[in-house]
Nanobody
């Protein structure tokens, strides 16, 4: 099965920046106009949570309150990829970050709507 692959995780100090990227591992993966591509994260001992999403058709971007004003999600339709620019990072942003596709086009924060996931990439923010 074609998977999504995340890139760009790492370690950064508080206030620093990182950019994550996500692309399919094979050419057969299609992102349709009504899809949502999103980033989720899971911190140690916590449930996975929605971070940011983008609608493929009209490039509407959606963010969790905890990251608004600091994170920006981008999509590249030609490359079938999404990225997450993270600025002013805080220790509470430390988590494994996952990229995922929602084929339903609705309920962007509901992870049960997502059918393809990446393996995750670690982001660590030190204080």
């Amino acid at each position: 099965q074609v998977q999504l692959v995340e890139y760009g995780g790492g370690w950064v100090q508080t206030g620093g920046s990182l950019t994550l990227a996500c692309a399919p591992s094979g050419r057969d993966f299609v992102i349709y106009a009504n899809n949502i591509m999103a980033w989720f994260r899971q911190a140690p001992g916590k449930e996975r949570e929605f971070v940011a999403g983008v609608t493929w058709r009209n490039y509407k971007r959606l963010y969790a309150d905890s990251v608004k004003g600091r994170f920006t999600i981008f999509r590249d339709a030609a490359e079938n990829s999404v990225s997450l620019q993270m600025n002013n990072l805080k220790p509470e942003d430390t988590a494994v970050y996952y990229c995922a596709r929602n084929p339903t086009g609705t309920s962007n924060a509901d992870e049960s709507k997502y059918d393809h996931w990446g393996q995750g990439v670690q982001v660590t923010v030190s204080s």
